[in-house]
């Protein structure tokens, strides 16, 4: 089982938006989506892009660089489907916002 790390803290946390953090040396953007909080890859796989500053609709989030959509629940890309952003288990305890990588 992979050790979770402290990401951040719900307090830091908005509905419908995301949080931007580094954890051994990988950038991993958090999003609070409809009272869940998901965690991926803070880096867009088509070209590296900054995909926590993407536009999110719903669990949907588009990386602000190239217009590449991906769902934040599974991290495959809507338009390209061999593409896909990691997503790592959270867990929330207490205020502290957990995730394994």
């Known amino acids: ?12 946390l908005q509905e419908g938006k995301s949080l931007d953090v580094m954890l051994n040396g990988q950038k991993i953007a958090i999003f609070y989506i409809d009272d869940e909080v998901i965690a991926t890859s803070g880096k867009c796989p088509h070209a ?13 989030v588009t990386c602000p660089w190239h217009g590449w959509t991906f769902d934040l629940h599974s991290g495959v890309c809507t338009d390209d489907p061999c593409l896909a952003l990691d997503v ?4 929330v305890e207490g205020d502290d ?3 394994a990588l």
Request: glycine share 16%.
């Open 1 to 12: 089982m992979k050790e979770m790390q402290r990401a951040g803290s719900l307090k830091e």
């Open 48 to 60: 590296g892009g900054p995909i926590q500053r993407g536009d999110l609709a719903g669990a949907l």
């Open 88 to 91: 790592y288990q959270v867990k």
């Open 97 to 99: 916002i957990l995730v």
